[in-house]
């Protein structure tokens, strides 16, 4: 059996090869051009195949779905500052990529689950977020639209798959997936506190720091996508993947400096400065689960503090 992991050099992705070699007797090929992962992820293993490429090389993912029992499509242009300089390539990746996916699923019938975001729920104020409130579709007011708008659509896109043509297809809306190999490089808050309280500067805090956000140990967030995959009952349908713990980015950035022993002060930079426009933050981003435990019985157990350390 072979299951394949596009972005498998990424962040998620490398977490879901390591389960994978863990829990089962699988094959793995990684598809993923680079862009923002990297080779060093991956586990050195004759059990893991690297294939350098493009996620919207049609012809490419035919070739490796084709030979796939099933497919975890999560290459996507990610990250605030990539997304916001370069809308287009958001956009091409992240819905050329899935549909070539997707289209290639289908003529091979191989499972295959979608990464979406909770981006998709845009600057929604209905805290906990539900699988059923609205969601964003097109152009809005924020400057990443191009990466929400491209999620809603490849959520759409996998939803019309399973059926139009039959094909499983489960999507997940990861929540602030945060852990081990993530980069502070495209703007993640938590590796980006890290390694400035580590280096002594300031930890930059956009706006007043009384946004929440809900944060979720990478180990669980892949667990479940394993899962919700493994589960028949949970194709065609969308879940949230995130735990509903939140905290506020005022109190993340103390327990940053408290944790790390660090001397540095917090910085609030206003959200004008922080993007050059007129645009702020959801308040609020936290996942109702509900749908997760009662499909996998699964609740995220990993505290914050633990995620941190
Ligand atoms: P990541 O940047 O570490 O992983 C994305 C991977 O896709 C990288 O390895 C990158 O090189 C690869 N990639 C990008 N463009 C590609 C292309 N055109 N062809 C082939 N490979 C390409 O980010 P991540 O956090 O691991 O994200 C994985 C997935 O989860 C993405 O779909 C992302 O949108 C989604 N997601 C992540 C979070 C989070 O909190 N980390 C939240 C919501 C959604």
Known sequence: MVTLVTGGA?????????LYLEDTDEDVVVLDDLSTGQRRNLPESDRVEFVDGDVTDSELVEEQVRRADSVYHLAAAVGVEKIVDNPLDSLQTN???TESVLEAAAEHDVPTFIASSSEVYGKSTAVPFAESDDRVLGPTTSPRWSYASAKAVDEAYGLAYHDAEDLPVVV???????????????????????????????????GDGTQTRSFTHVEEAVRATYELLQEPEAHGEVFNVGAPQPTSINALAERVIELTGSDSEIEHIP????????????????????QLEETLGWHPKTELDRILE
């Open 172 to 206: 997940g809306r990861y929540f602030n997936i945060v852990g081990p190999r993530q980069s502070g490089q495209y703007g993640m808050v938590i590796p980006t506190f890290v390694e400035q309280a580590l280096a002594g500067e300031p930890l930059t805090v956009y």
């Open 95 to 97: 819905l050329i990529g």
């Open 271 to 290: 959200y004008e400065v922080a993007y050059d426009e007129d645009f702020e933050e959801p308040q609020q981003r936290e996942p109702d689960v509900s």
């Open 10 to 18: 990424g962040f998620i992705g490398s977490h879901l090869v390591d």
